[in-house]
């Protein structure tokens, strides 16, 4: 892995393993090169691939952030601003390197269209930075439309030995766009329809029907939060007006706001603010607080699902 | 902000409809707040705010215990005035949860306000 280093900027490579032995030889290695080059490295994998890398290392683990990405990276739309950025912004001067697993065989169906979207926008966040974030992928577990994704999403591949290839098939944009999926109206929900007028009033409608779906504490505020930055964001730059509906689903709390705005910018709520910066941080206060985040937008319109664990 | 200025309608407010009125605290330097703070309150609790810093001297209160909500963006008014004081400290006292909350997300460890609840 010798050549995963600095001739350009951002540097994006998936790695595909099937073994364990596999998964520990590369990511050490991988780590051992930024060790030599005396980089800043952050680990953000699932709870048992920490232990293998950290076995793996030794006493050499000293000094490298271990996240685990179950929790960090629960929500993919959180990881690029409060992970990956989080990490790169806190070390500024220099190469940095990170592995990021956003992708394990427990992700279900509704979480993977974000989870792959997330991976194309990695190359978005970090175009031209003096950054390095390998991913790795569960050849055995994954679905290989995952794989397939994954091909998509990397400049570079490497495989479970080591051989590293350019991918033929890069194109970050398409995988945007073919996760930018319809979100179609759930007919059981709770809804409110609301104008600039109703902001207060969407807000505790949406607050009593959380905590009738059986949320409660912290979370009930944190609902009560992302539905006023939604809800507003309709008011403001999504025709003045929206619909928001509530319901349970598989354990879960979903919250949507559906209006008729236009979502341009594919990294809004994902590039973090400067410190004194007075806008930009209410899609990102929804991904940090959420488990999940859903977006569709079109001409017709844009829907944005949040989902947050009963 | 010599006297009290309310924004969202003419009083008493319809249900559901936000108003926000700031006051002069009396007898110490600084505002209190009753309402909620939120894109129907913004401009009001913004001119608070400046108003505030143009009269800051080493310490200014913020009390909120009547302020039954505050959204993102009326966090970040207040962090945003506190970071651009030039010395001192504002101390927010009693405000609604998702203060403390929002702080400790998208600023911790600021110590140019002090929370006290």
Known sequence: ???????????????????????????????????????????????????????????????????????????????????????????????????????????????????AQHEALINAAFEGRAVTILCPYDEVRLDPQVIA??????????????????????????????YNQE???????????????????VRHFA????????????????????????????????????????????????????????????LAGRRPPEHGQLGGRGLMLVHYVADLVRVHTGDDGTTVRFYLSL | MDAPHVVGGPAPAVPGRAALEVSPLPGRSGIRARGEISALTRPSWEQALSELARQHASVSYVELSDVAFVDVAGVTALAVTAMNLPDGRVVVENPP??????????????DRIEVAL
């Not at chain 1, 998964?23 to 699932?46: C, D, I, K, S, W």
């Not at chain 1, 790169?88 to 989870?115: F, Q, T």
């Not at chain 1, 609301?194 to 902001?199: A, P, R, S, V």
């Not at chain 1, 949320?215 to 309709?234: H, I």
Request: proline share 7%; hydrophobic share 40%; aromatic share 6%.
């Open chain 1, 1 to 115: 892995m010798s050549t995963v280093t600095t001739h350009e900027a951002f540097v994006h490579p998936a790695l595909f393993y099937r073994t364990e032995q596999e998964y520990t030889q590369q990511t050490v290695a991988f780590l051992r090169e930024g060790l030599t080059n005396g980089e800043p490295m952050a680990v953000a994998v699932p709870g048992p691939n920490l232990e293998l890398i950290k076995a793996g290392l030794g006493g050499d683990a000293k000094g490298i952030l271990f996240l685990d990405m179950t929790e960090a990276g629960r929500n993919p739309g959180r990881i690029i601003p409060k992970v990956l950025r989080g990490f790169a912004d806190a070390h500024p001067k220099g190469r940095v390197r990170i592995i990021g697993e956003p992708i394990w065989a427990g992700r279900s169906a509704v979480e993977y269209p974000a989870c």
């Open chain 1, 149 to 178: 994704d994954a091909r998509v999403t990397h400049p570079t591949l490497i495989s479970g030995d080591g051989r590293e290839s350019v991918s033929d098939v890069y194109n970050w944009q398409a995988v945007v766009s073919r």
């Open chain 1, 183 to 201: 979100l179609p109206t759930v007919p059981d929900a709770a809804a409110f329809s609301y104008g600039g007028e109703d902001l207060p009033a």
């Open chain 1, 207 to 266: 607050v009593a029907q959380a905590m009738r779906l059986g949320l409660a504490g912290e979370r009930l505020m944190d609902v009560e939060l992302a539905v006023a930055e939604l809800t507003t964001n309709s008011v403001v730059h999504g025709g003045g007006r929206g619909t928001l509906a509530i319901w349970a689903e598989q354990g879960q709390l979903v919250c949507e706001v559906r209006d008729a705005g236009r979502l341009t910018d594919p």
């Open chain 2, 97 to 110: 949860p998702q203060l403390p909350r929002v702080l400790e997300m998208f600023w911790p460890g600021l």
